[in-house]
């Protein structure tokens, strides 16, 4: 006889941000139920809410959870000594490699929970986008004071445009049935763009 050790509280709602994010990927965030998450997992769809009173909070958590794995992969792309232009290429490629192996990102992000349904979900993506400005802007302007990107490049425009071809590039992806390589193209596009950026 198989005995099952009972999942403690803090294991049963990391398997239920797993399978948000999972499911998402699947069948598309505005499509999942929490019926679809109990049956997935296994448990009672009041099992569910024991863990997160409503749906918003699993929601969330899946955010925080996203946060949390992004900021770590991206710690790993940071090299000390290199450029900042040599950071800010293994940052973009880092972030659409994480988007591959994550693909429910793109369809949260441009999902009606996150834009019309969760107004703390929607916080929480402004405000790590904001971080994300922040940081390609700083190093764009560090590339800007050594000489090797244009004096009038504004360096928190030049950010917002990448910002753009990731999200772009990953929503393009998405449309596309993930038929290509994400990290490959983007880093073929920001080739493109950074290349206007240098100076003469």
């Given at each position: 006889m198989v005995v099952r050790k009972r999942?403690?509280?803090?294991?049963?709602?990391?398997?239920?941000?797993?399978?948000?994010?999972r499911l998402s990927g699947e069948i598309g965030p505005d499509r999942l139920t929490t019926e679809d998450l109990a049956k997935e997992i296994g448990i009672s769809q009041p099992g569910i809410f024991r863990h997160f009173p409503t749906k918003g909070a699993i929601w969330e958590a899946v955010?925080?959870?996203?946060?949390?794995?992004l900021k770590a992969k991206m710690s790993l792309?940071?090299?000390?000594?290199?450029?900042?232009?040599d950071?800010?290429?293994h940052f973009v490629v880092g972030?659409?490699?994480f988007i591959e192996k994550t693909p429910a990102i793109p369809a949260i992000l441009f999902s009606r929970e996150l834009h019309a349904e969760n107004d703390q979900l929607r916080?929480?993506?402004a405000s790590l986008i904001a971080s994300r400005h922040k940081h390609f802007s700083g190093?764009?302007?560090a590339e800007i004071t050594a000489g090797r990107f244009k004096k009038s490049l504004d360096s928190d425009d030049a950010a917002y445009l990448i910002l753009a071809l990731i999200q772009g590039l990953a929503m393009r992806w998405s449309l596309n049935d993930r038929n290509f390589d994400l990290p490959?193209?983007?880093?073929?596009?920001?080739?493109?763009q950074i290349e206007g950026f240098m100076a003469s």
């Open positions: 999942k403690s509280a803090t294991e049963r709602k990391q398997e239920i941000i797993d399978a948000t994010l955010g925080r959870h996203i946060g949390t794995m792309t940071q090299s000390r000594g290199s450029l900042p232009i950071n800010l290429k972030h659409l490699a916080a929480f993506f190093l764009i302007q490959a193209e983007g880093q073929r596009l920001l080739d493109l």
